[in-house]
């Protein structure tokens, strides 16, 4: 597998990590059901027959599963005059989404052949200024249009009938949602083989789910066949958080349950610590990521439909996010637990417990 390293100021990186497609704030729109641009213009998406249009892409595939990874936003204009949506080979997008895989896909390689593509973004602060009818238009415009090509490539070339694991953040999960509601639901024999799909960073509501009954959310963690999500906060944010969406589900990433009981720091698996310079993984003496125990707790909050962390001091997790949004730490506090919680459910599948 090609694996990729680059430095990358943490400053830019706190600012193209912004959430895309997030479904805004409660009081701008609740509506979860996919609008189409009002628009219509045929987009053509890139050619992933050129091995340049992946940022990862096993061709061995010795491993028995495959994650399908999409990337969060990685593309923030510094001008007006830029275009909203960027090249598939914008420097900085790719830049960015090279540390976000070191950051994310890491904790799944170990267990499978990752195969990750490069596409085209909707820029940061533009999505985030618009109505959710609007984000959701700009996802399926573009972005869409590109990871599904994508992912067809890969079944195509890649795959070869092997069960597979998604993951996203992000603006990668408001993609990996109308994946799942839309290509699974008309691929019904590529949708058998889904194990899970890791849609953090993005809100999962029961309208969503209402109105996608081929999809579940999971209960436990050995379901499969699932989606996964969740978005950390502190107890007390200062501010909104711009990336959540009223009626949010979501997930213990140390107990895997949807309960409210708080899983302790000492019961997380490990947690990972960035670079502040490059934002990358620290590292241990043997050149392996760091894991670092007892940082954090989580809990659900059903109300807020996040995952509360309480154990991590919000000053030192400053973003441009209002402080005690954690969208940046959804996997990184969790790192190890989103390892060990992907082989169980790897286990489960090859078990023939499927969709259990």
């Not at 869409?144 to 070869?160: G, R, S």
């Not at 995952?307 to 991590?312: A, M």
Request: aromatic share 10%.
């Amino acid at each position: 597998m090609r694996s990729v390293r680059c430095t990358i100021p943490a400053v830019m990186l706190l600012v193209v990590m912004v959430l895309s497609g997030c479904g805004g704030t409660p009081a701008t729109n609740t509506s979860t059901q996919p609008v189409a641009s009002e628009t219509t213009t045929t987009v053509t998406p890139a050619d992933y027959s050129n091995p340049a249009r992946w940022l990862s892409a096993d061709t061995t595939g010795t491993k028995k599963v495959d994650v399908f990874y999409v990337y969060p936003t990685a593309y923030s204009r510094t001008s007006t005059s830029q275009p909203v949506f960027c090249a598939v080979d914008d420097p900085q997008m790719m830049k960015g989404a090279q540390v976000s895989f070191q950051q994310q896909a890491t904790a799944f390689a170990p267990l499978s052949n990752i195969y990750a593509p490069y596409y085209r973004q909707v820029d940061a602060m533009y999505q985030l200024a618009q109505p959710v009818a609007q984000q959701n238009a700009n996802i399926q415009q573009v972005p869409l249009v590109d990871v599904t090509a994508a992912f067809e490539y890969y079944l195509q070339h890649y795959n070869k009938g092997r069960p597979f694991i998604l993951v996203g953040h992000s603006q990668g999960s408001a993609v990996l949602k109308f994946l799942l509601s839309d290509y699974m639901k008309s691929h019904p024999d590529v949708y058998k083989r889904m194990i899970a799909a890791y849609v953090v960073g993005q809100s999962i509501t029961p309208q969503y789910l209402a109105q996608n009954p081929h999809l579940k959310f999971a209960t436990g963690p050995g379901d499969t066949r699932v989606i996964l999500s969740w978005n950390t906060e502190a107890p007390v944010v200062n501010g909104t958080n711009p990336v959540i969406q009223a009626g949010g589900i979501a997930i213990n990433p140390i107990t895997w349950t949807t309960g409210e009981a708080t899983a302790t720091a000492a019961s997380n698996l490990g947690s990972i610590q960035l670079d502040p310079k490059t934002s990358l993984p620290a590292l241990d003496k043997n050149g392996q990521i760091e894991r670092v125990m007892n940082l954090a707790d989580a809990r659900v909050d059903k109300a807020k439909g996040v995952v509360i962390c309480s154990t991590v001091d919000p000053a030192q997790y400053q973003s441009h996010f209002p402080q005690g949004v954690y969208h940046l730490q959804d996997y990184p506090f969790y790192y190890f637990d989103v390892r060990a919680n992907a082989a169980r459910r790897i286990q489960t599948y090859f078990a023939g417990n499927k969709g259990n």
